[in-house]
């Protein structure tokens, strides 16, 4: 990395670090190692939304170019959100692509990642499945994002039927992401996902 990003990152590192309304909040961000260029970011889910008591951890990657090009931000935490891919973790935000600019910081990302959390923009998916389900199934659509936040995310609210239909289909030998997954894109309809697995 360019010794003008490794110091831009170290200060807004730093800067970060003494934030106190940040860490409040119960934000993180931290080195990979001992490299500059990957680091590790945490963001809590907002109060009043599916995601309300999580903890998503997030992969940074930091570019030569930068400040002048975004860093690569995916979520490591699996998350049933619009625009997040419930696969990948990739993200679809604008301002880690397009609509970027050099005085932007790490801090702008990781608050930009909760402000998309509390609204989606089902408009301009990265999972069109979630953005169909947000727009037309409301409520499957919180009930499943609640579940996928109490399971990888570690947020408060349990739904014992979805775990029992995850469990019917691991008791025929799926594993429990894809499991969960298919269940999800098929709004919790044992059957449906039995016929996707040819049941």
Same mark, same amino acid.
């Given at each position: 990395?360019? !010794? =003008? &990003?490794?110091?831009? /990152?170290?200060?807004?590192?730093?800067?970060?670090?003494?934030?106190? #309304?940040?860490?409040?909040?119960?934000?993180?961000?931290?080195?990979?190692?001992?490299?500059?260029?990957?680091?590790?970011?945490?963001?809590?889910?907002?109060?009043?939304?599916?995601?309300?008591?999580?903890?998503?951890?997030?992969?940074?990657?930091?570019?030569?170019?930068?400040p002048f090009a975004p860093p690569n931000?995916?979520?490591?935490?699996?998350?049933?959100?619009?625009?997040? !891919? =419930? &696969?990948?973790?990739? /993200?679809?935000?604008?301002?880690?692509?397009?609509?970027?600019?050099? #005085?932007?910081?790490?801090?702008?990302?990781?608050?930009?990642?909760?402000?998309?959390?509390?609204?989606?923009?089902?408009?301009?998916?990265?999972?069109?499945?979630?953005?169909?389900?947000?727009?037309?199934?409301?409520?499957?659509?919180?009930?499943?994002?609640?579940?996928?936040?109490?399971?990888?995310?570690?947020?408060?609210?349990?739904?014992?039927?979805?775990?029992e239909k995850v469990q019917n289909l691991?008791?025929?030998?799926?594993?429990?992401?894809?499991?969960?997954?298919?269940?999800?894109?098929?709004?919790?309809?044992?059957?449906?996902?039995?016929?996707?697995?040819?049941?």
């Amino acid at each position: 990395m360019a !010794s =003008s &990003a490794a110091c831009r /990152i170290k200060r807004e590192f730093r800067e970060l670090m003494c934030d106190e #309304a940040f860490v409040q909040n119960s934000n993180k961000l931290e080195l990979v190692g001992d490299c500059w260029t990957e680091l590790r970011g945490e963001i809590t889910g907002p109060l009043g939304t599916p995601y309300e008591g999580g903890k998503f951890l997030l992969a940074i990657k930091i570019p030569e170019r930068y400040p002048f090009a975004p860093p690569n931000v995916r979520f490591i935490t699996k998350v049933w959100h619009p625009n997040i !891919s =419930s &696969a990948t973790g990739a /993200i679809c935000l604008d301002i880690l692509k397009d609509n970027w600019a050099a #005085a932007m910081t790490l801090r702008t990302v990781l608050l930009s990642l909760q402000v998309l959390l509390d609204a989606p923009e089902p408009d301009d998916p990265q999972d069109a499945v979630v953005a169909y389900q947000y727009k037309h199934k409301r409520q499957i659509y919180e009930m499943t994002a609640q579940h996928w936040t109490n399971v990888y995310a570690g947020g408060p609210h349990r739904y014992p039927d979805c775990d029992e239909k995850v469990q019917n289909l691991k008791d025929k030998g799926i594993s429990e992401h894809e499991a969960r997954a298919v269940l999800s894109k098929e709004d919790w309809c044992l059957k449906k996902a039995c016929k996707e697995f040819s049941f």
